[in-house]
């Protein structure tokens, strides 16, 4: 499976990103799908993660209310929509699919990774 994220940028503190993550090479509908981050110096950090079906989602207490991921299986797609952005927020975002296929927060379960989108925000 191969991934490749998309859409990170520049915005203002308040501002809104929308990233996407295409996949490629594997059967999309069968795999979870997650988004972690990571800023300079830091750990990679669980961001959030939908199952295969999207019916279920999961998120960092840091990004609940403010961000939302959804997936189009008819675009092999997944999307972070992100709101009211913080200077916090900034970090390079890779999305990732699990082989297993079972949603899960632990970046150590996740077999397959994006190359990352850079998002800065500025206060």
């Known amino acids: 499976v191969q991934l490749q994220a998309s859409g990170g940028g520049l915005v203002q503190a308040g501002g809104s990103l929308r990233l996407s993550c295409a996949a490629s090479?594997?059967?999309?509908?069968?795999?979870?799908m997650g988004w972690f981050r990571q800023a300079p110096g830091k750990e990679r950090n669980f961001v959030t993660a939908?199952?295969?079906?999207?019916?279920?989602?999961y998120y960092a207490d840091s990004v609940k209310g403010r961000f939302t991921i959804s997936r189009d299986s008819a675009k092999n797609t997944v999307y972070l929509q992100m709101n009211s952005l913080k200077p916090e927020d900034t970090a390079v975002y890779y999305c990732?699919?699990?082989?297993?296929?079972?949603?899960?927060?632990?970046?150590?379960?996740?077999?397959?990774w994006g190359q990352g989108t850079q998002v800065t925000v500025s206060s």
């Open positions: 939908i199952s295969w079906s999207g019916r279920s989602t």
């Open positions: 090479g594997g059967t999309f509908s069968n795999y979870a």
């Open positions: 990732a699919a699990p082989d297993s296929g079972v949603v899960t927060r632990n970046k150590d379960d996740y077999d397959y």
